[in-house]
Every structure is written in C-alpha cells, then in structure tokens.
C-alpha cells in the first residue's frame, strides 16, 4: 500500500456515518463517554463539527474506505459541543438510564454539565485547565483504524489540522489524551507537542503545539 | 557487535542493527509508527525485564533516549 493514495477529505455530512462506525471501532465504551451514549449521540457530535462555523474536521480515505479523522475548532469546543448535543445526550440518558449509576460516567456527566453552562470562556478556561495565552484550537478527537497505522494516517491528518490552524492564524493546538494512552501520546511528542504537568491530572495529559515557534 | 537495545529496535522495526545510532528516531526509522511504538515498549519490557509506565514510554524519542531511559531504571543495556 502506498501512503500516497491516502486522501485527506473535509470533513462532511457523507462522512458522518463512517465517522460514527471509526468512532465506535477506536474507542472502547470502557474509556470513552460518548461511545457509551450510543451512534445518535455521536452523530450529533460529529455533526457539531460539520456545522459550527469555528470548528473543523477531516477524514482520511484509503481505497474509497475511511481510514481516520480529525475533529476540532478554533477555540475551546467543550462548552459549545456540549450546548449543542445536549438534548441528544438527554434523549440518550433516557435510554440509558444504568448509565447514571457508573461513577465515572457520572464524573464525567457533571464535568459536562459544568462546561454547558460556563457561558463566559474564563469560565471555560477553569474547567479545561488551559493555561496558554493566545488563540489556542482544540483538537477534540482524533481516530485512526490501527491497521492502517503504517500509512501514517495520524500525522497526516494533524498535519492537515496543524496547517489550518496556522492559517487562521492560531499560536496553540492543544489537545488531551489519557495518560495511558502511549500510542496517541507518542504521536504528539513526535510532532512536537509539549505535555504541560501543570494542567494535567492523574488520568489525563494535556499537551501544546506552538504554532509560533514554527512561524 | 550491536547492543542489546541495537537488536530489540532492529527486530521490532526490521531495520539493520548494525547502522544504528543513538540519534536515530521515528523521522529516520519509517517503521516506527505510533502503534509500533508500542511493540518496542513490550519488547523492551520482555528483554531487559522491567516496567515501563505510560510517562516512561513517552520519553522514549530516539535509540539515545531508550538508552537514557532504561539506564535510569538500573538498567546496563
């Protein structure tokens, strides 16, 4: 196979369901929140990204098959993804209603519930532990089929990412990862990316690329 | 002769032992994927038989770094 035929496409509303089935395929529903609340829910998810005209998404496409893709926005995305899902992830609940006896789940359930109604961004800026200065994007979600992983799916598609950022003149991409995620956290050191130890926690890495630096 | 970290990136990567280098790294070896990545660290783990935590296995950038690395575990590779 040959890295080359590899594309890297926007990310579109015929994506979404390839989208949704990669989603599902890359992360367990032991570890991720939104695999646990179903496809509906993570349909509406992607399609935030489709549809806020601050974020972006690519997808990676290998023999007409999508193989990868990148979600995030020119800002924080937590507080405005969550504001725009919630009444999907309510209907999800609903269905779900065993959910809400899982600790973590409910950890993670309240966390979400802060972030939906931090309206201000300094408020945001707590709840995320940012701590850099300047116009910072964040990548949401990042998601490649291991298989293909000799393609260099991943780094295409943060390269892909990384550039728009620059061009729309962003000095940070952030982006978190859990702490025992090796693969992913490799991945961002290879590229540069700095872990901050200041702002993450027993579970999760928060890590920064400086745009600036490449400028 | 290659050392024993020489030989475990050589096997895990199918890149010749005896060219590398401390400075050797995933932009110089094309195999070393992030997913590969993770086959060095459980072979690493398997010869030289220690631990190597999540924080560990993010430090290691290079064939140096490995050697830094384990040399900080006790370990004379």
């Known amino acids: ?215 | 002769m290659p050392d024993r970290v020489a030989q475990v990136v050589s096997q895990v990567f199918g890149v010749p032992a005896e060219g590398l280098t401390d400075a050797d790294n995933p932009d110089t070896i094309g195999s070393w994927t992030s997913i590969a990545h993770i086959h060095l660290i459980m072979a690493l783990q398997d010869e030289f038989g220690v631990t190597l935590d999540p924080d560990d296995a993010v430090e290691m950038l290079s064939v140096g770094m490995i050697r830094s690395v384990l040399a900080g575990k006790g370990v004379m590779a």
Request: aromatic share 10%; proline share 4%; with cysteine.
């Open chain 1, 1 to 215: 196979m040959d890295e080359k035929t590899v594309m890297i496409q926007e990310l579109g509303p015929e994506h979404l369901k390839a989208v949704v089935q990669l989603h599902q395929e890359c992360f367990a529903p032991e570890t991720n929140f939104s695999t646990r609340l179903g496809p509906r829910f993570l349909r509406a998810s992607y399609n935030f990204f489709v549809k806020d005209p601050k974020a972006f998404g690519f997808v990676a496409l290998y023999e007409g098959k999508t193989v990868g893709f990148i979600c995030g926005r020119l800002d924080f995305f937590v507080g405005a993804l969550n504001r725009y899902r919630a009444p999907v992830a309510a209907l999800a609940l609903l269905g779900r209603p065993r959910l809400l006896f899982a600790m973590d789940f409910r950890k993670r359930l309240v966390q979400a519930v802060k972030t939906f109604t931090a309206r201000r961004k300094t408020e945001e800026r707590k709840s995320t532990n940012a701590t850099r200065e300047g116009p910072t994007a964040t990548l949401a979600s990042l998601g490649a089929l291991p298989d293909y992983a000799h393609l260099r799916v991943s780094d295409r598609l943060l390269s892909t990412a990384e550039s728009l950022c620059r061009k729309q003149q962003m000095h940070f991409v952030r982006a978190s990862v859990r702490r025992a995620n090796i693969s992913s956290r490799f991945l961002y050191r290879k590229r540069g990316y700095v872990e901050d130890p200041g702002t993450s926690t027993d579970d999760g890495v928060f890590c920064y690329l400086s745009l600036e630096d490449e400028a």
